[in-house]
C-alpha cells in the first residue's frame, strides 16, 4: 500500500527525470558536416549547409544519402530490415544511422559534440 509520502517521492523522481531529458536536448550540439563510411573507413565529408543527394556503394548495393535543410538521412539502402532507414533524419552532432549488411554509416559532426550514444 502506498502512502502519501510515497507518491510525493514518486512525484518529486519523475520531475526529476522529465528536467534530465530537457536539460539533455538542449544542450545537443549543433552539426556542421555528414561523415560517410564504408566498411568503418571514412570515405567523405559533406558540408550540412548543401542540400544534395550522395550515393555510396556497398557490398548489397546502393545507400542513398539525403542531406537537406542542415539534417541527413539514410533515404534508400538495400539492406533487408531497413533499420538505418528507420532512423530517420539525424540532427545533431554525434548522431549516427548504421547500414551493417551493406557496410555503410553516416555520421554527424561539429564543434561540439552532445554525448556519444554508443558509449551508454
Known sequence: MFKAGDYLVLLALCALLLAAFLQL???????S??????????????PLRLNRLHIAHGPLGLTEIEIH???ARIRRDPSPRQYCVQQGWLRHSG?????????VSIELAGPDLAHDSLAY
Open 25 to 31: 536536448g538542449r544542450h545537443a550540439g549543433e552539426a
Open 33 to 46: 558536416s555528414v561523415i560517410v563510411r564504408q566498411n568503418g573507413t571514412e570515405t567523405l565529408r559533406l
Open 69 to 71: 535543410n542542415g539534417q
Open 95 to 103: 548522431d549516427i544511422a548504421v547500414c551493417l549488411p551493406n557496410r
